[in-house]
């Protein structure tokens, strides 16, 4: 059964920094596409950054140069390191995945298919 569980949400400053983790399991991570995705209060859910499988990576305009995407195939997981974190960026994160093997990522949650649970991301003062 494949599943995508995301970890390393919490509440920090503005300016600081978190590590999000979402590990998979029961598909071949390895021929897929990978999605972090946002969703604020009241708002619709919005794509953050992808990786394919290749490694080729995508962002938003929001946090080009702010936010790294990176997979460890090893470990069947994807990563996103978010540095110099706004109020702006406070959302539930969601990772998912594409079915469809080989597929370059894109940004619309309607290329993925599978979604893990999310993870609370606050940023406060």
């Known amino acids: 059964q494949l599943q995508l569980v995301e970890s390393g949400g919490g509440l920090v400053q503005p300016g600081g920094s978190l590590r999000l983790s979402c590990k998979t399991s029961?598909?071949?991570?390895?021929?897929?596409?990978i999605g972090w995705f946002r969703q604020a209060p009241g708002k619709e859910r919005e794509g953050v950054s992808c990786i394919s499988n290749q490694g080729r990576t995508s962002y938003a305009d929001s946090v080009k140069g702010r936010f790294t995407i990176s997979r460890d195939n090893a470990e069947n997981s994807v990563y996103l390191q978010m540095n110099s974190l706004k109020p702006e960026d406070t959302a539930v994160y969601y990772c998912a995945a594409d079915a469809t093997l080989f597929n370059l990522c894109g940004l619309s949650h309607h290329n993925y298919d599978y979604w893990g649970q999310g993870t609370q991301v606050t940023v406060s003062s």
């Open positions: 029961g598909f071949t991570f390895y021929y897929h596409a």
